[in-house]
Every structure is written in structure tokens, then in C-alpha cells.
Nanobody
Framework: QVQLVESGGGLVQPGGSLRLSCTAS????????MAWYRRVPGKDLQLVAGISSGGVTHYGDSVKGRFTISGDTAKNTVYLQMNSLKPEDTDVYYC??????????WGQGTQVIVSS
């Protein structure tokens, strides 16, 4: 069982920045992939950004060029740096970890509100 603890959400004005953190209960090197998702109203969870254990990153189209995902293996923590935030980025952001062939774990979510 991998436990994920998220932090860093909050209220920010449009154009501002936030950094989300997700700390895993075990080494990132033992996890195939870590990612951030958000729930689009009326739809399924949407991938925001992901990073593999080898450091390969991928992003959802709506955040490319604005968000950056990175990992710190010494701290077992993945970060999501969010810049140029827009009101439509308002959502609950969930951290996900994948291990092995079929194991998937979720954090409790952290709220991001972009509003003036």
C-alpha cells in the first residue's frame, strides 16, 4: 500500500502561481509513474501532468507551457509548479502513483482556486 500526502493548494489570483507537493510513503524509484489529475465537471478525471520513474514527463494539452512536474527522489516527493493560472484551472487536484502492473494509489486531493 502506497500512501500519498498532497499539499500546496489554495487561493490565487489569475496569472499567479502555486506549487503542489505529493509525498509518497516509499521511494519514487519503486513507482512506475506519478501524476496529477483533476476532475473536469461532469467528466472523468483529467490528466494534468505525469512523470515516470525514469524522469520522462507528459502533460495535458490545457496546461502545456504553464505547468511543470518534477520529482525529488531524496524526499519521495513530486511537485507540480503551476504558473499563469487561469480561473478554469480551479479544481481539486489529485496525486496518483502507479506501481507494478496494476497497482494504482490516490491521494486525498488538494483544492486550487483561481479567482480575483
Amino acid at each position: 500500500q502506497v500512501q500519498l500526502v498532497e499539499s500546496g493548494g489554495g487561493l490565487v489570483q489569475p496569472g499567479g502561481s502555486l506549487r503542489l507537493s505529493c509525498t509518497a510513503s516509499e521511494s519514487l524509484l519503486r513507482l512506475n509513474n506519478m501524476a496529477w489529475y483533476r476532475r473536469v465537471p461532469g467528466k472523468d478525471l483529467q490528466l494534468v501532468a505525469g512523470i515516470s520513474s525514469g524522469g520522462v514527463t507528459h502533460y495535458g494539452d490545457s496546461v502545456k507551457g504553464r505547468f511543470t512536474i518534477s520529482g525529488d527522489t531524496a524526499k519521495n516527493t513530486v511537485y507540480l509548479q503551476m504558473n499563469s493560472l487561469k480561473p478554469e484551472d480551479t479544481d481539486v487536484y489529485y496525486c496518483n502513483a502507479r506501481k507494478g502492473s496494476a497497482q494504482s494509489y490516490w491521494g486525498q486531493g488538494t483544492q486550487v482556486i483561481v479567482s480575483s
